[in-house]
């Protein structure tokens, strides 16, 4: 590799590692600031790929003539309801973010329980015991948490992603600025 491809590539990655950085950190900081208006353009921005991904779909199902009917009438189907879905959410959009949240806390909630119990299926293979006991018991116990106050449970997830979001984005932002530096 020549000394100015090196330097073509160092330079993609540098701005790459910035780039992301700098957009993690502004939607930490709008998680942060403004936690229910951005939870909603994340609704939004969910609703609208609903309706482009019904409408994909429904077109696929309308222009592809190499496919069975059933195959044609599934996407269309499928389509329409992620048209109709999209177009729900758009419609109203803090209880689609309100209903969203909910979904998701009950979601990482049975992720957390049916975690801790697999956990606890596979105490004779565990290095560590003591470790695999106190992880499972805290999966579980945070997992039933969550899931009898999935809304709560998920404003103080979707704060830690914001915080998160803030510190990792700033430490990328340093990463982009040191890549390539012979201290890296």
Same mark, same amino acid.
């Given at each position: 590799?020549?000394?100015?491809?090196?330097?073509?590539?160092?330079?993609?990655?540098?701005?790459?590692? %910035?780039? %992301?950085?700098?957009?993690?950190?502004?939607?930490?900081?709008?998680?942060?600031?403004?936690?229910?208006?951005?939870?909603?353009?994340?609704?939004?921005?969910?609703?609208?790929?609903?309706?482009?991904?019904?409408?994909?779909?429904?077109?696929?199902?309308?222009?592809?003539?190499?496919?069975?009917?059933?195959?044609?009438?599934?996407?269309?189907?499928?389509?329409?309801?992620?048209?109709?879905?999209?177009?729900?959410?758009?419609?109203?959009?803090?209880?689609?973010?309100?209903? *969203?949240?909910?979904?998701?806390?009950?979601?990482?909630?049975?992720?957390?329980?049916?975690?801790?119990?697999?956990? *606890?299926?596979?105490?004779?293979?565990?290095?560590?015991?003591?470790? &695999?006991?106190?992880?499972?018991?805290?999966?579980?116990?945070? %997992?039933?948490?969550?899931?009898?106050?999935?809304?709560?449970?998920?404003?103080?997830?979707?704060?830690?992603?914001?915080?998160?979001?803030?510190? *990792? %984005?700033?430490?990328?932002?340093?990463?982009?600025?040191?890549?390539? &530096?012979?201290?890296?």
């Amino acid at each position: 590799m020549t000394a100015d491809t090196s330097k073509t590539a160092v330079n993609g990655i540098r701005t790459a590692i %910035g780039v %992301g950085g700098t957009l993690a950190v502004v939607v930490g900081v709008l998680i942060l600031v403004w936690p229910g208006k951005t939870a909603i353009v994340v609704t939004a921005i969910i609703a609208i790929y609903a309706i482009a991904a019904g409408l994909a779909y429904a077109g696929f199902g309308v222009f592809t003539r190499d496919r069975g009917g059933w195959s044609r009438v599934g996407h269309i189907v499928l389509g329409l309801l992620f048209v109709v879905a999209g177009a729900v959410a758009l419609t109203n959009l803090s209880r689609t973010a309100v209903w *969203l949240a909910v979904f998701v806390g009950i979601l990482v909630a049975v992720m957390w329980i049916v975690e801790g119990i697999v956990a *606890l299926s596979t105490l004779r293979d565990a290095p560590s015991m003591g470790w &695999s006991i106190a992880y499972a018991s805290l999966s579980i116990v945070a %997992g039933v948490v969550l899931l009898f106050a999935p809304a709560w449970g998920v404003v103080l997830l979707w704060w830690i992603l914001g915080f998160s979001l803030v510190v *990792l %984005g700033i430490m990328n932002i340093v990463r982009a600025f040191r890549y390539g &530096s012979a201290h890296d």
